[in-house]
Structures are given as C-alpha cells and as structure tokens.
T-cell receptor, first 114, second 108 residues
C-alpha cells in the first residue's frame, strides 16, 4: 500500500463526459504533482502544486483542469477528453518542491476514453 | 532539462548484485541524482538519491562519479521482486522528469 491514495483505480468515460480524479495524502507534504503515463513509456509531468498554488503547467491542454483545495488533496478535472488521453494518471507528493525532496507516488488511475 | 542516458535493459541472476549505470554529462551543480523504480501495475517507487557523496539505504547504494557525470545504482542481492523499470532522474527545482529507464529482469 502507498501513502498516496488515488481514486478511482479505473475510469471509463465518453468524450462528452465530465469526471474528476482524486488524490489524497496525509504526510504533511506541501508539494503535489500530476503525471501522465502511456503504456510502456515513462511518466510525463503535467502539473506541480506548491503550498496549494499551481507552480508548473507543462503546456497541458485546458481539457485537464487541476485543483488543490487544501494541502492534503489534489484533484484533476476532466472534460471533453479525446481517446488519445487514455493513460495511467499518477499523483505524487513531496515535502517541498526542492530537488532534494523525494516523490511519493500513488498507484494511479487507469483512464480509458471511449 | 538535463538528461540522463541508461541502458534499455539488464538481466541478473537472483541473489547476485546488479549495477545499473546512468550517464548525465550535462548535470548542473545543484541537480540531485534520483533513482525510482516501477513495478508492473504500480506507481513509481523512490529508491535513493544523492548530490555528490555515495549514499546507502536499506534498498540500494548509489555511487556517484567524482565529476558527477555518471552514477551507478547498486542492488546488492537481487530478488525476483526487484524486477522493474529503474529510472535515473536529475532533480531540478520543481521538476523530476523521467527518462526511458532500464528494464531489469531477474532470473531465478
């Protein structure tokens, strides 16, 4: 079991649906991350939050909308996705965003867009 | 972003050491060297990280070259549970960008 909990584990959605992915940690970490991972590829950074403020957006399309309501919770709102957005979405947290702070990952949400 | 180069794959026998190399010739002075591994159907798992000196923890050892342009992750006694993709990553402020990684296979 990991200390970063992601829900749901699996999600199937149509291109017109709106859904949200949820990530939670209770380790007191102040940095939170979203990564996207396609099959047999490395994870790709999408967003970084530091102290509940968006620090990095890696030019992610606006159909992905992150939200950090508090220091323990990170959401990813999905709207009008395309089939190519099907992937494993990974959440991670760290004590802070400095390069000396290891990331703790959840096991991801497997998203399929139909 | 500074990049890393790793072999695509490595094989090892169970209970033998595994040495995973990583080249990072464009590393900057403030980049930490991180290693993560990803088992099938799981998220990446932190293994070890360091800046200049060699590091040891319960999972592995990290040997960093004096010029910091390369490093080696050492798994002292491989087990079947160590079969995974191992990623060597340079940690720059705010970012940990993954490269392609090394797929490690452990033979019983």
């Amino acid at each position: 079991d990991t200390e970063v909990t992601q829900t749901p584990k699996h999600l199937v959605m149509g291109m017109t649906n709106k859904k949200s992915l949820k990530c939670e940690q209770h380790m007191g970490h102040r940095a939170m991350y979203w990564y996207k991972q396609k099959a047999k590829k490395p994870p790709e950074l999408m967003f970084v939050y530091s102290y509940e403020k968006l620090s990095i957006n890696e030019s992610v399309p606006s159909r992905f909308s992150p939200e950090c309501p508090n220091s323990s919770l990170l959401n990813l709102h999905l709207h009008a996705l395309q089939p190519e957005d099907s992937a494993l979405y990974l959440c991670a947290s760290a004590l802070w965003t400095g390069s000396n702070s290891p990331l703790h990952f959840g096991n991801g949400t497997r998203l399929t867009v139909t | 972003d500074a990049k890393t180069t790793q072999p695509n794959s490595m094989e090892s026998n169970e209970e033998e050491p595994v040495h995973l190399p990583c080249n990072h010739s464009t590393i900057s002075g403030t980049d930490y060297i991180h290693w993560y591994r990803q088992l099938p159907s799981q998220g990446p798992e932190y293994v070890i990280h360091g800046l200049t000196s060699n590091v040891n923890n319960r999972m592995a050892s990290l040997a960093i070259a004096e010029d910091r342009k390369s490093s080696t992750l050492i798994l002292h006694r491989a087990t079947l549970r160590d079969a995974a993709v191992y990623y060597c990553i340079l940690g720059n402020d705010y970012k940990l960008s993954f490269g392609a990684g090394t797929t490690v296979t452990v033979r019983a």
